[in-house]
């Protein structure tokens, strides 16, 4: 049997991109800088509504040069979701900052606001500052931004939104990342959109974005010759990629489209099976479905996500646990975390099903079969 692989979330190219990536070659910028790369953030400028952005290597970059500039330093505390990929909190370690984890909130399964309120009461009561809050849009859908904003903003604590899954989402009719200080947003190659690798800081802000576009080009300083007065790093985005950013942009719209599709999908074909669960749109936005994620109750089901995933394996179809929580990563042993009973059973009973915009009829077909085989 050798049916082709089903990846979780593969690339899909619309048609456009080389085109883009040709226009570059023609021109030989093929240097970092170039006219396609302020194509690009004007783009997506006008995408999510901020008035200014700069393109970078990766979502992780973002997050790293958003929260040097933001002021997080030598022993700050970042506050983070608990319920996230590694590169939401990793860049706070690297500037020597301490971590401290929120669990989910259980209807959207983002940051809980309440919660949030009472961990920055716990890091303040051990006499630390607070350098910067960042919730995660998880699986495509936004935290509850208006929420989040009210706990930070009359403390002075920033708001950094980690977007990175929900381009082409909203909140409140406007664009995911729009909604506290800053966001960033991922353009991996598994996101909904991608340039292969690569990412965006997003800001009203125009001194905060100009200072981080200086910083992500090893912050040289205003003069003919290479003169630095401070350190920065090398997280440009290259010409090249923004290319294929701009052809991925014009079918944004039809990839959440097609995914929010997916997502129904599913929910027809296999909401009705005992003891399995989705998750409900938040009232406040559209989310954009980057991956549909179902949990299973295992006394309900008859057996655990771990054996579902096997079954989906041996069909050749990849399928994931959701997020291992951060408070539950060996290398953040110690690191608290206010609550995480909730992120704790989303891990337990979650799994992450392909939700690649590529997908047809007959891979979803193949996907709820195998499901299916496993209670028969
Ligand atoms: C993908 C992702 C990132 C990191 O983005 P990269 O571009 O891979 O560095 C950060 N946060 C979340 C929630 C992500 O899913």
């Not at 309120?117 to 998880?138: N, Q, Y």
């Not at 985005?237 to 129904?264: K, P, T």
């Not at 999908?265 to 179902?294: C, D, H, Q």
């Amino acid at each position: 049997m050798s049916k082709d692989r089903l990846f979780l979330s593969p690339p899909q190219m619309g048609g456009t991109e080389l085109d883009f990536v040709k226009k570059a070659f023609e021109s030989n910028y093929i240097a970092p800088l170039g006219p396609l790369l302020a194509d690009f953030e004007q783009a997506f400028c006008e995408l999510t509504g901020f008035a200014h952005c700069v393109a970078v290597t990766s979502g992780t970059a973002a997050i790293h040069l958003a929260l040097r500039l933001l002021g997080v330093g030598l022993g700050d505390v970042v506050i983070a979701s608990t319920l996230t990929f590694i590169g939401s909190v990793t860049p706070a370690t690297f500037l020597g900052a301490e971590l401290h984890f929120v669990d989910s909130d259980r209807g959207t399964w983002n940051m809980d606001p309440v919660l949030l309120a009472r961990a920055i009461d716990e890091v303040e009561a051990k006499g630390k500052r607070v350098g910067a809050v960042v919730p995660t849009d998880l699986y495509g859908q936004c935290a509850d931004y208006d929420a989040l904003r009210a706990v930070c903003e009359p403390r002075g604590i920033p708001l950094l939104i980690d977007a990175a899954e929900s381009v082409g989402a909203t909140y409140k009719g406007r664009h995911a990342g729009y909604g506290g200080d800053a966001a960033i947003y991922s353009f991996n190659g598994n996101k909904i959109i991608t340039t292969s690798g690569g990412g965006m800081l997003a800001s009203d802000d125009s001194d905060f974005i100009n200072e981080a576009r200086r910083f992500s080009q090893q912050a040289r300083d205003d003069a003919p010759y290479y003169e630095h007065t401070t350190i920065g790093y090398n997280y440009r985005m290259s010409n090249v990629l923004a290319g294929i950013g701009l052809g991925q942009l014009a079918m944004l719209d039809s990839y959440v489209a097609r995914r929010r599709e997916i997502f129904q999908w599913y929910e027809k074909a296999l909401g009705g099976l005992p003891g399995i669960e989705f998750t409900s749109e938040a009232e406040y936005g559209k989310t954009n479905r980057w991956l549909s994620v179902i949990l299973i109750n295992e006394d309900a089901f008859g057996t655990g996500p771990e054996t579902v995933r096997l079954a989906l394996e041996d069909e050749n179809i990849e399928s994931r646990p959701v997020w291992k929580p951060m408070h539950m990563q060996p290398v953040f042993a110690g690191v608290p975390c206010t609550g995480g009973a909730v992120s704790e059973d989303l891990f337990a009973r979650g799994l992450c099903l392909p939700s690649g915009s590529a997908m047809t009829e007959a891979d979803l077909e193949r996907v709820a079969q195998a499901i299916k085989s496993v209670i028969r």
